[in-house]
């Protein structure tokens, strides 16, 4: 027993671990275009079937590729 007065059980703890350690899937997308707005430029991804943006600082590159 725990502090709180319950079990832990192991099944409990690995499921608990297991969780914690998978990793997250990222789904890619492809750079489609930018639009700069004074410091900071935006770019555009077609991720499956939508449009994502990525805002980075106006002087860098857009990269080819992102994962959202």
């Given at each position: 027993?725990?502090?709180?007065?319950?079990?832990?059980?192991?099944?409990?703890?690995?499921?608990?671990?297991?969780?914690?350690?998978m990793p997250a899937h990222a789904v890619r997308g492809t750079l489609i275009g930018h639009e700069v707005t004074g410091t900071s430029k935006i770019c555009f991804y077609r991720v499956l079937a939508s449009t994502q943006a990525l805002t980075i600082k106006s002087y860098q590159l857009c990269p080819l590729a992102h994962d959202f």
């Open positions: 027993m725990n502090k709180t007065g319950t079990s832990l059980s192991a099944g409990g703890i690995c499921l608990a671990l297991l969780l914690v350690s």
